[in-house]
């Protein structure tokens, strides 16, 4: 038995549904996005799109659609998954929370029957009387709508058309009239069925249509007054009614290419989308008849401009229109009534784009490197296709946009001002050195020295702030001192009555000042600063602070505080003491030996925390009690390994924390529990918060020699770079020694009378260096006439830098030679590229002939040292101990380096189909059959033999494969499973080949593209009570990013009892059973989920309320110490918490 927890990193981004309705209320519009395994909610309003609600679904979303029942005010939803659960869905809101409510629900499986090869279809009566769906071949299913029963009913009727390519019912009938869009053998054809609810039959309805165009994908149903129905194919568009018919033929700009998508307008227009990211108007144009009737009069179309490719397109409101897409990022776009670019003719566009929406999808590849050498890995995808095709490099953690950067050693502190304004916006910048201090300021985006009236400038400043009554507060360690901006002029100065000002802590009318083992507290008024109180503490004070805890930050100024923190030298101890008087109310000892250097107070969604910090980069973080008389549980992240600062900012509206140390972080909250994120600079010794009119929402940073101004991004849990590439990346290999990346691409380019051609500024014809095979020999694409327009695919290699990720060689392959599979391996210390390629021609099934190529980057230009040619696709190639380990159509072959770097076989295994996927650990190469599932061989090389020693004897259709350790393997099928094999020696045969056994099997929902070993998270972040092993990442054709790692038997234990729990407490849209979600399925058989646990449940448990924790946990019991005893709901938040740190 295997023991391992699958969670999702980055959820799927591919957007396969969009539609727009009142869901949410009445008056409502809203945009519903369809995401693999789950639907978003949004609120259209005049700023943008506001999100409502993210909705979970246990299971691949095939049909998601709105519609208004007879009598009611708003819409609901219908859903199906691809499993056949179906379900209608309602949205009801409350003060404190919004609930998606299942109306009805329903299996709708059949016990036989053979699934749609032209996928699963789902289409609504306009009067809302019936749904109808295509689940199998030659059958339609029809689920009556009652508002009443709450399970759904539907019955079957049989059609002789198998291959139904579309289909909806139309406009204008009394009875449920359907029409379809089928092929047989003769061509596509168009019917129309009545569909009687009370006999529960279908009847051919008055009119058909015979060989309509042959690529006819899509019929829309056409409102009132015109009824009937558009029919859109590749070579044409027309409208019929079953009385009238009207064909447009576009012009050759709009032929050659697939139709995706199309959406209405009104009435009269239509947005059309094809395969290459362009976006139509399609008008109907209409005239009116003597008898009042209206008729068509024509079809025209338009070309609007290019967006992404579009999977799905919903109109919104005034020109607004959402693409949605599966291959780049989807937009929202708005239609212009003059030209954005061109002058009016055919290449004008008439789109310009309001926001792009980053979609990861399709992950084809990706690598994990530590590009920046702080130990935490990003991760490199190959994304998109075609045009949208891009690197997307994929870290944990804050950039910062540098705008300004100054040379200033030894800088020890600085804070913003407003010296000489009024207003919001700060415009000097304080800055503290040994001995004396310097006032800079902000003119613009300038940055001058500058003096100021009653600023003491010899000195060393410990803290400087805005107070109220328009005065500023200046703190040195000789006394504190009141400046009125009024008079620029020192009002009042305090001093303690014996020793120096060690420490210090101010708002905006309250200061806390330490000097040895004594506190003051000292308030603020219109030229006065009055001690209130004064306190002796055991020890010398190290850190406090006196924040006021506020919900949002606009509240900061003005307010004051209830208590202060202390942290204390000597005795390693943090106190909380009450304001004004300084009676202690909680002592709080941190054991060790190393002393607190920082304490901050801060209110994270509602909740009271204390931060405490140590010298040696260790932050403790505490919950304040209501009554501020103590502490909840102290949890412990190791930040860095140097003393650590912490100062507030504001982001995105709401207030967060920045650690300032070796490794700078930022802390804030989401869904109640802390995220710490780590940020992309080096090393920070001190920050503030700058919000000036030059350098708005910015941070001031400071380290040894470095003042640098920048702007921080948006907080969130991943941060995605983009490189587009305009063509396919294909697969990518990392060079640590050239400080580069090889990826191999697929660039689409037409043939024209001029050769062939390419629309979009991609890649490979970009860079700084470009070569091509020269090699004749190879056969040539044509350019005969009868070819103008096709589309053909050129292979290239890329070498990319990994710090500007520019393009600096490009070598293209030969005309047929798509790349396949590319390596970095290092030869006796120099470094090389082997890239391995198929001969793709059109006639043949599969490749016959391929080469491997070895390339290395000298002086930085790509050469090429040796080709090898083989018979068949190189699909993949490892290194593999010195040599190179490939899969060649059914063969694994071992080649080894020659003295002149070239490949010589060494030895190789037959036994595969089509060896699609090989991972190597060791003297072991795991590989992944076409449809054999996964085998071990093993490298023998005193025999110089390659075999195989375990095999997994079930037929899975692999995707991706990867290798846990010496005895366990990972493997993904096409039926979007995730399962684990371990090798079992006992079951060896006379071949001693033994037998993988299967010992976990868990559906993930999505197809799994590729395995890499290795970690987005900072690694050894916190004190862990939960061990785990091992980090593997995989990245799907949905965009998602997951994570799988492996416990311990008596944890995993403990997680599978409150996955069981769980899944009964968090309601599932559709009644749909978890287990039955996540159960191993594929064409042939299903089994129940096991050795695996659902991290993505697993994680809904921090989102519970706590009496729902309670509920969940009760009856648990965990082991500790020899014993057991029953687990609390602290218990099980720790652990849930550290695991969501993993990702």
């Known amino acids: 038995m295997s023991f391992n927890y699958a969670v999702t990193a980055h959820k799927s ?9 009142s869901f949410t209320g009445p008056d409502d519009l809203n945009l519903i996005l369809g995401k693999n395994t789950r639907f978003e909610i949004y609120t259209i309003t005049s700023e943008g799109l506001r999100p409502v609600k993210e909705v979970n679904v246990y299971g691949r979303i095939a049909v998601l659609q709105l519609f208004r029942p007879p009598g009611e005010k708003k819409d609901v939803l219908f859903l199906l998954t691809e499993r056949y659960n179906a379900c209608i869905l309602e949205y009801t809101a409350t003060e404190n929370e919004c609930e998606i409510i299942t109306r009805s629900s329903g299996i709708l499986t059949d016990s036989v029957g053979r699934p749609p090869e032209t996928g699963v279809l789902g289409f609504i009566d306009p009067t809302c009387k019936v749904i109808g769906l295509r689940l199998y071949e030659g059958v339609l299913k029809f689920l009556p709508y009652d508002s009443t029963s709450k399970e759904l009913r539907p019955f079957n009727v049989r059609i002789e058309e198998l291959t139904v390519i579309d289909a909806q019912f139309l406009h204008g009938y009394n009875t449920p009239t359907l029409a379809i869009i089928y092929q047989n053998s003769t061509g596509r054809h168009i019917k129309t069925y009545e569909i009687s609810l009370r006999d529960k039959e279908a009847k051919p309805a008055k009119w058909r249509l015979d060989n309509i165009d042959a690529e006819a994908t899509l019929i829309v149903s056409v409102p009132p007054p015109l009824c009937g129905a558009l029919v859109i194919g590749q070579e044409s568009a027309m409208y019929h009614s079953g009385t009238d018919m009207t064909t447009l033929i576009p012009p050759s700009l709009i032929q050659h290419n697939i139709v995706t998508c199309v959406t209405p307008v009104d009435k009269d227009r239509y947005l059309v989308g094809d395969m290459a990211g362009r976006l139509f108007m399609l008008h109907i144009d209409t005239e009116e008849m003597m008898d009042e009737n209206v008729s068509v009069k024509k079809l025209h179309i338009e070309l609007l401009g290019e967006t992404s490719i579009p999977e799905c397109l919903c109109y919104l409101d005034n020109g607004v229109v959402y693409v949605g897409s599966r291959l780049g990022d989807s937009q929202l776009v708005k239609l212009e009534t003059s030209p954005v670019s061109g002058e009016g003719d055919a290449s004008s566009s008439y789109i310009s784009v309001l926001e792009t929406y980053t ?8 690598c994990v490197v530590d590009l920046e050498r702080q130990g935490q890995g990003q991760l ?23 705008h300004a950067s100054i040379d200033l050693p030894g800088i020890k502190g600085l804070w913003p001002l407003k010296l000489f304004c009024d207003g919001e916006k700060y415009d000097s910048l304080i800055l503290s050195f040994v001995g004396h201090s310097r006032v800079l300021l902000f003119s613009g985006d300038e940055i001058e020295e500058c003096e100021y009236q009653g600023f003491d400038d010899e000195q060393q400043t410990h803290l400087s702030t805005n107070v109220i009554d328009n005065q500023i507060v200046q ?25 120096n000002i060690s420490r210090a802590s101010c708002n905006s009318s309250q200061i806390i000042v330490a000097a040895g083992k004594k506190i003051y507290y000292i308030e603020v008024g219109s030229g006065m600063l009055d001690v209130k109180s004064h306190r002796e503490l055991p020890e010398e004070v190290a850190c406090l602070s006196i924040d006021p805890l506020v919900s949002s930050p606009g509240e900061r100024f003005g ?3 209830q208590i202060c923190s202390v942290g204390l030298w000597n005795d390693n101890s943090v106190r909380l003491l009450r304001i004004p008087d300084l009676e202690e109310l909680h002592v709080e000892m941190l054991g060790g030996e ?6 901050l107070m801060i209110k994270f969604e509602d909740v009271d925390y204390l931060l405490v910090t140590l010298g040696d980069g260790v932050l403790f973080y505490f919950t304040i009690k209501d009554d501020m008389r103590g502490l909840g549980e102290r949890k412990k992240v190791p930040l860095g390994t140097q003393p650590t600062e912490l100062h507030t900012f504001v982001s995105g509206g709401a207030l967060n924390v920045f650690a300032c140390s070796d490794r700078p972080t930022v802390i804030y909250s989401s869904n109640h529990k802390l995220v710490f994120s780590n940020v992309n600079l080096r090393e920070v010794k001190y920050m503030c918060a700058l919000d000036s009119e030059g350098y708005p929402d910015s941070l001031a940073i400071a380290n040894d020699n470095t003042l640098l101004i920048g702007k921080i991004d948006e907080i969130q849990k991943l941060h995605i770079r983009t490189v587009p590439l305009y063509e396919s990346p294909r697969r990518i290999a990392y060079q640590e020694q050239t400080q580069s990346f090889g990826v191999v691409t697929l660039r689409n380019e037409t043939i024209t009378s001029d050769g062939l051609k390419c629309s979009y500024p991609s890649a490979s014809l970009q860079a700084s260096n470009i070569t091509k095979e020269s090699n004749s020999k190879f056969r040539q694409i044509g350019t005969d006439s009868s070819l103008h327009g096709d589309e053909v695919e050129i292979g290239n290699l890329l070498i990319i830098d990994q710090h500007t990720f520019e393009v600096h060689n490009a070598h293209e392959f030969a005309a047929f030679e798509w790349p396949c599979s590319i390596v970095s391996c290092v030869v006796e210390g120099e470094a090389y590229f082997v890239v391995g390629t198929a001969f793709v021609y059109p006639e043949e099934t599969e490749p016959k002939q391929g080469r491997l190529l070895v390339f290395q980057v000298t002086d930085g230009k790509l050469v090429r040292i040796s080709q090898r040619e083989v018979r068949g696709a190189v699909y993949a190639i490892c290194d593999f101990n010195g040599k190179i380990v490939t899969a060649v159509n059914g063969s694994v072959i071992v080649y080894q380096w020659s003295a002149e770097r070239e490949l010589t076989v060494d030895c190789s295994h037959q036994g595969n189909i089509i060896a ?4 190597t ?3 072991f190469v795991l590989t992944g059959d076409l449809m054999r599932s996964l085998s071990v061989l093993c490298y023998k090389p005193i025999e110089a033999n390659l075999d195989e020693i375990a095999k997994d004897y079930r037929c899975n259709w692999m995707t991706a494969v990867e290798i846990l350790d010496d005895d366990n393997f990972v493997g993904a099928d096409n039926s979007f499973n995730l399962f684990v094999c371990q090798k079992d020696s006992s079951t060896a045969g006379d071949d001693d080949t033994s037998k993988l056994v299967e010992t976990a099997v868990f559906h993930v929902g999505d197809l799994v593209n590729v395995f890499r070993h290795g970690s987005l998270v900072m690694q050894h972040l916190g004190e862990s009570s939960t061990p785990t092993s091992g980090n593997i990442l995989f990245g799907t054709v949905h965009g998602a990013i997951g994570m799988i790692t492996t416990f311990e038997a008596d944890t995993f234990g403990l997680l599978a009892e409150v996955q069981r729990k769980l899944a009964k407490t968090v309601k599932a849209v559709g009644k749909i059973d978890h287990g039955s979600w996540r159960s191993f399925s594929n064409e042939r058989i299903t089994s129940a989920h096991k050795g695996f646990i659902d991290g993505d449940l697993i994680e809904c448990f921090l989102d519970l309320p706590r009496e729902k924790m309670a509920g969940v946990v009760q009856g648990i019991k965990i082991k500790e110490d020899g014993s057991t005893r029953d687990v609390t709901v602290d218990d099980i938040v720790k652990i849930v918490e550290e695991l969501t740190r993993l990702h």
């Open 380 to 402: 490199v995808t190959c994304s998109g296709a075609y045009k949208e095709g891009s690197l997307r490099i994929i870290r944990n953690g804050i950039g910062i946009q540098e």
């Open 359 to 366: 979609n990861l999808a399709p992950i084809v590849d990706m």
């Open 13 to 21: 981004s591919a957007v396969h549904f969009s539609i727009t309705g």
């Open 921 to 923: 650990k060791g003297d």
């Open 559 to 561: 307010a004051k505080a």
């Open 916 to 919: 699609l996927y090989l991972k």
């Open 594 to 599: 190393i002393i607190p250097r920082s304490v």
């Open 475 to 499: 703190v040195t360690e000789k006394e504190v001192r009141l400046i009125s901006k009024k008079d620029k002029s020192l009002s009042k100065t305090w001093a303690p009555p014996s020793g």
